[in-house]
T-cell receptor
């Protein structure tokens, strides 16, 4: 089975711009979660989507948004980029049922640099 | 809300020696516990998880972890470390009936030849 894929792998943007990141989950997985990883804050949960509905949301400003399509692919959008948004953005998928015991499998991440 | 702590930022061991990476947690109810490893410029790779049953869980690459309910710990262990085990290790916890998974801050393991 192919793993979780994320595109692009690297991205450089300037302050004020917006960016869209894409994630394709493992085939059959219906839950997709997004995380931000920075050296200072570690891994922080952004949001989770299941069957096109946002099921859970972390403590991030409204500039961070996401969506999930009918084929379970997900996109994450960050508007009005700030320097502090520079991070590794990780996507993870789990389960056909996404029950609480399911394992999350992570993609390689998108490295976003904001100049 | 659930939380997890990894008390050591850095662990150094010599190749061939046993290694332990510590993790403690706080949840309401029985926890679901996970260990992941991250190599440079890569995503997190799943190592093992505890859901229920035997307190000793065996995972990938020779790693194992012991669930200790009384000490609320889930330490990661390996009998004989390899240089290639050098990486960043994350412990994570999820509460029952809660989709939110919380990660520890990570422990950087360095195995020296």
């Amino acid at each position: 089975k192919a793993g979780v894929t994320q595109t692009p792998r690297y991205l450089i943007k300037t302050r004020g711009q917006q960016v869209t990141l894409s994630c394709s989950p493992i085939s059959g997985h219906r839950s997709v979660s997004w995380y931000q990883q920075t050296p200072g804050q570690g891994l922080q949960f952004l949001f989770e989507y299941f069957s096109e509905t946002q099921r859970n949301k972390g403590n991030f400003p409204g500039r961070f948004s996401g969506r999930q399509f009918s084929n379970s692919r997900s996109e994450m959008n960050v508007s009005t980029l700030e320097l502090g948004d520079s991070a590794l953005y990780l996507c993870a998928s789990r389960g056909t049922r996404a029950i609480f015991t399911d394992t999350q499998y992570f993609g390689p991440g998108t490295r976003l640099t904001v100049l | 809300a659930q939380s997890v702590a990894q008390p050591e930022d850095q662990v150094n061991v010599a190749e061939g020696n046993p290694l332990t990476v510590k993790c403690t947690y706080s949840v309401s109810g029985n926890p679901y516990l996970f260990w992941y490893v991250q190599y440079p410029n890569r995503g997190l790779q799943f190592l093992l998880k505890y859901i229920t049953g035997d307190n000793l869980v065996k995972g990938s690459y020779g790693f194992e972890a012991e669930f200790n309910k009384s000490q609320t710990s889930f330490h990661l262990k390996k009998p004989s470390a390899l240089v290639s085990d050098s990486a960043l290790y994350f412990c994570a916890v999820r509460e029952p009936n809660n989709n939110d998974m919380r990660f520890g801050a990570g422990t950087r393991l360095t195995v020296k030849p």
